[in-house]
């Protein structure tokens, strides 16, 4: 009984954490959360016409592109995917989207290229749903813990550019989204607060009684990873990159010649 009233607990304590606390330095992904936004945000304005947000959860970033767009078409891989759910309007496969060619003018992917058994199949059919003239904004980890049953790939820098380069994307830019001092206060924090107090069992109670403690010196490595990336700059270990792309009028790619893949049987969202 004791057990049961805990599991309770514990889900109600993690969705009012992520609820009330993310946006703010005294929880463990305030970095991750705040440098995503910020990213996505500085290059909504590139959006325009249909976007297509491929694995789009919760549709975290459809606030940032109002009025921007005509229409935001959230795609996930079935009702059930993504984290506590999602509000996918078209649901199949990234490697197979159910979607016409050369039908939407802007596609969001982020933090997705991580998850699928095959990324090239994925920016093929990216670049296939792509009007010429097209933009693609793309996010994906580099240093990040494994966060998923589904959890195959790490990009380092140049990769995601390099995939896209193969498809016929032409790269505007890529560039990091932390500095090394902010990514190891977010791997530090992921490690001794979330794992440590939050997902081990006999340290959650301990946990409940010392959080404010705890909030406090969150607080704090997240504050000295920041003056860190600031005092001691560095790149090499920024714990995501940001990708933008467009596609050209004529794609020459390195799988040209190959039929596109063959749509899934179409399960709608709702």
């Known amino acids: 009984m004791i057990g049961a009233w805990l599991r309770r607990l ?7 954490s992520e609820r009330y606390l993310v946006a703010t330095p005294l929880h463990a ?5 705040r440098r995503l936004q ?11 016409g249909v ?8 549709k975290p970033y459809a606030p940032l592109f109002a009025g921007r767009i005509s229409r935001y078409i959230g795609m996930e891989y079935s009702l059930g995917a993504g984290y506590r759910g999602n509000l996918a309007d078209v649901c199949g496969d990234a490697a197979a989207i159910p979607i016409a060619a050369s039908s939407v003018d802007t596609v969001l992917c982020t933090e997705v290229l991580e998850h699928v058994p095959d990324p090239d199949l994925v920016v093929r059919e990216i670049v296939r749903v792509l009007k ?7 996010t994906a980890p580099f240093v990040y813990p494994v966060h998923d049953a589904y959890d195959f790939f790490r990009y380092s820098p140049g990769t995601i550019p390099a995939l896209m ?29 979330e794992i440590g107090f939050l997902w081990t069992k006999w340290l959650y109670p301990i946990g409940l009684v010392l959080r404010p403690l705890l ?3 969150v607080m704090l490595v997240n504050v000295a990873g920041w003056l860190f990336e600031r005092l001691l700059p560095s790149n090499h270990m920024s714990f995501n990159h940001l990708t933008v792309a467009h596609r050209p009028d004529i794609v020459r790619s390195a799988t040209a010649g190959t039929s596109a893949a063959a749509a899934p049987r179409l399960e709608r969202a709702g």
Do not use: K, Q
């Open 29 to 33: 992904g305030f970095w991750v959360r």
């Open 51 to 58: 976007l297509l947000d491929v694995g789009c959860g919760r």
């Open 215 to 217: 909030w406090c010196v």
């Open 165 to 193: 380069r193969r498809h016929g994307l032409t790269v505007d830019f890529e560039r990091p989204l932390a500095g090394t001092g902010v990514t190891l206060a977010i791997m530090l924090n992921l490690y001794w607060f």
């Open 10 to 16: 514990h889900g109600a304590d993690i969705r009012w």
């Open 132 to 138: 010429p003239g097209g933009v693609v904004i793309c």
């Open 38 to 48: 910020s990213a996505i945000r500085s290059e909504s304005a590139r959006a325009r």
